[in-house]
């Protein structure tokens, strides 16, 4: 007696994955932009679709967001990969930084317009922290490589200074203003000439660690210095 064969896996209709795609993209443009008219309502009517066709693909609003946060973390992994090949790894890093802008952007709108909490240090965020960390790895490690970045900056070092500008700025249009910080950080992070910085640097490693070294032990000549840098004694 032969035992039955399992019944295939049935794929989702096309018109239902292009019904899901269209939410995920409306969901992002509706909740970066925020503001009070940033309701699920109003995804759907970006999407084109009714509310129910919504409810359909996401259930709740936390998986609503969850899948629109895994799609802009996907979406900034595969552009780091695409800018490994880019002319200038300065640049490649400002663009990656950039794009990134917009996620914290969707994310705080979602926290928002869905009353969501949604910060901590959930399985979600230490997933995607962990591969946003090292897709940015790849682009510093390629900058320090090149000369053009100073090699004491981490992936996480860089996220976190990343998440504060945006979340030290809530008027609109902080966006534009976190850009402009973020080209003056960048520029920051530049090596400067005559600055003796090691080419080869393991950047998981330093990511591990924070990206602090130990403290340098002093010599006596530091000593020295400054002892004779002090205030000199009355006479």
């Known amino acids: ?117 949604v910060h901590g240090s959930s399985e979600l965020y230490a997933h995607t922290f962990e591969r946003l960390a090292k897709a940015v790895g790849v682009l510093i490690d390629r900058a320090v490589s090149a000369g053009e970045i100073r090699s004491d900056i981490s992936p996480a070092d860089l996220l976190r200074a990343l998440v504060g500008m945006c979340y030290l700025h809530d008027q609109p249009g902080w966006q534009r203003s976190v850009v402009r910080l973020l080209d003056v950080f960048v520029d920051g992070l530049r090596a400067k000439a005559g600055v003796d910085r090691p080419a080869g640097v393991d950047v998981a490693k330093q990511a591990r660690h924070g990206g602090r070294k130990g403290p340098r032990r002093r010599s006596r000549n530091d000593a020295n210095n400054i002892h004779r840098s002090g205030p000199k004694p009355k006479s």
Do not use: C
């Open 1 to 117: 007696m032969t035992a039955p064969s399992a019944e295939p896996v049935r794929r989702p209709r096309a018109d239902a994955v292009r019904n899901r795609e269209r939410v995920l993209e409306a969901a992002k443009f509706v909740f970066s932009a925020g503001g009070p008219g940033a309701s699920l309502e109003a995804v759907a009517r970006r999407a084109g679709v009714g509310i129910g066709t919504l409810y359909r693909h996401f259930p709740t609003r936390e998986a609503l967001f969850e899948a629109v946060y895994r799609r802009e973390v996907q979406q900034l992994v595969e552009l780091a990969e695409a800018l490994k090949s880019e002319a200038s790894p300065v640049d490649a890093l400002r663009r990656w930084l950039r794009s990134n802008v917009e996620l914290v952007a969707t994310k705080k709108g979602m926290a928002a317009a869905l009353s969501l909490a």
